[in-house]
């Protein structure tokens, strides 16, 4: 922490981890699961149980294969919703998934003060998004979010040989905006790869956001915040925003 301030206080670039630190992922694609639950039960007149067992299924294969390239982007869905359903509903599998995609992307949209963080943050520093994952599920992401906009590069693992922790893809993303690694912080959820993979690339910070607060013990990052929009509290000085003299571990 003290090497952070003492040799980082013109920071230049912040990366952002995608899934569960800019947008609530997993909590997203559990809130529209749910909402189609009823819209299962109401709508097409399954049982509770049945509509919620097949929403279940449905988001356990999702998560472990969120897409898979010998499909279109908009039929994988289709075959592990009609997977997931009773097999007297599984005609109505490509209209459940269409309602999926507009329920996931509705309760995935950035917040009015994630929004506000990245358009302030832009008029000090260059933004770049880091992200793993599938090459078509990642960008459908960013296209469908309108996050492309507030980034100056935007690498996802699925186009490169790397992936994080691989220090090669946060090296990648200062060499595509011209700043040493020394000036750079890393933002995300994950230990193993969005901090683990910072320190490993040398960059100057790394900011932990865990997914659940139980898990905020590490001494790995240089800090540890509850949600991104705390950015700003640990940040070195800047015209837009002034760290208080009393920083701690964890905000």
Not at 76 to 101: D, V
Not at 243 to 251: D, E, G, L, M, Q
Request: one cysteine or more; glycine letters at 6%; a negative charge.
């Amino acid at each position: 922490m003290d090497r952070f301030y003492e040799e980082n206080n013109d920071v230049s670039a912040i990366f952002f981890d995608l899934d569960n630190t800019l947008i609530q992922t997993r909590k997203g694609d559990s809130k529209a699961c749910n909402k189609l639950v009823e819209v299962l039960e109401h709508q097409y007149g399954l049982p509770r149980e049945a509509a919620a067992e097949s929403a279940s299924s449905f988001l356990r294969a999702f998560r472990a294969r969120p897409d898979d390239d010998t499909y279109g982007i908009y039929e994988w869905p289709t075959h592990l919703w009609r997977n997931s359903l009773p097999k007297n509903y599984r005609h109505i599998a490509k209209n459940i998934s269409a309602e999926w995609l507009k329920l996931r992307f509705h309760y995935l949209a950035l917040t009015p003060d994630v929004i506000h963080l990245l358009e302030t943050l832009r008029e000090d520093y260059l933004l770049g998004l880091i992200t793993n994952g599938p090459s078509r599920a990642q960008w459908q992401k960013i296209e469908r979010l309108g996050l492309r906009k507030y980034f100056d590069c935007v690498l996802v693992s699925g186009d490169l040989p790397w992936e994080k922790p691989d220090q090669n893809i946060f090296l990648e993303a200062c060499k595509l905006l011209g700043v040493e690694a020394r000036t750079c912080i890393m933002d995300g959820d994950k230990l193993e790869t969005d901090i683990k993979g910072g320190k490993e690339a040398e960059l100057g910070g790394t900011v932990w956001i865990p997914l659940q607060s139980d898990e905020m013990e590490s001494d790995l990052p240089d800090f540890t915040i509850h949600k991104v929009t705390e950015l700003p509290e640990v940040l070195p000085n800047s015209p837009k925003f002034k760290r208080s003299a009393h920083t701690s571990k964890v905000y």
